[in-house]
């Protein structure tokens, strides 16, 4: 079933290629202006939407063997344990990358590629974030115990519902409804797995310290570093990009301090 998943998401990948600049065509788009404007989507945008999920992606090779040994041994406690804790830390990175470029993705655009649809689909697709790295650990956990057939069944049906969307919504709505498309898929195939995962293990979602913390944090911490940002900016004693990244570095490094500080995440969940 794995090798099986990486084969349909590579040949719907293929497909989906082909498939949006022709729709985009019959949106009224010339050929070179769809394949200019998907080339800026997944050429530009797309690369720092999954920048963030090396850390998930680390994580999802880490979680597979732990999960696979508790299920061997029937510890159900330590799934469920580790399972609420990647599902923590996936959901903070997810919220934190959302707000970094709904915030700063036009910014992002502009001083990486001079391109303005860089920068707009970074915002677009920022909602992407948070359901995306969850999947990633969700689809890890059910391979681990051993249910190998549902992430395929699940990445199948998500990817079906994408090219379905893009047939339905692209040649109305233009690239609008690509974003559409995988904004939709990418929050089916999350629920599938979720749903798949809680028929075996009961795996409740803590809200206040996966979502409402990190939400809470991270509104006054945006509000004040976008400020500084463009204050930053209109002095010029640095270059775009360095203060780019510095202001996001300093972001990162308040929110990581704010979640202990909190209790989010605390030293003993480090030490899991």
Known sequence: PLTANRLIISLLHSFEAVLVPYTLQKFGLSTAESLSLYGILSGMAMPFILFPSAITNS???????????????????KIQTIGQLTIKCSLIIGIFSTFVFILFGNALGQ???DNESAGY???????LCP????????????NG??????????????????????CLLVPKQGINGYLISLLVSQLILT???YISIIKMVSLPIDAVNCIGKPCLILIPLGYIFVKLYYYLNTL???????????VCLLLCLCYISLLFLTKVITKEELTL
């Open 111 to 113: 001083v990486f590629f």
């Open 236 to 246: 010029q004693f640095l270059a775009p990009l360095a203060l780019l990244l510095g």
């Open 59 to 77: 994580l999802a090779v880490l979680l597979l063997p732990t999960i696979s040994e508790a299920h061997a041994t029937g510890s159900i406690k």
């Open 121 to 127: 689909f970074m915002v677009i697709l920022s909602w």
């Open 191 to 193: 629920l599938l797995d």
């Open 131 to 142: 359901f995306m790295y969850l999947s990633t650990t969700l689809g890890s956990m059910i």
């Open 145 to 166: 115990l051993g249910k190998t057939h549902l992430t395929f069944l699940n990445t199948t049906l998500s990817l079906c519902s994408k090219i379905i969307f893009i």
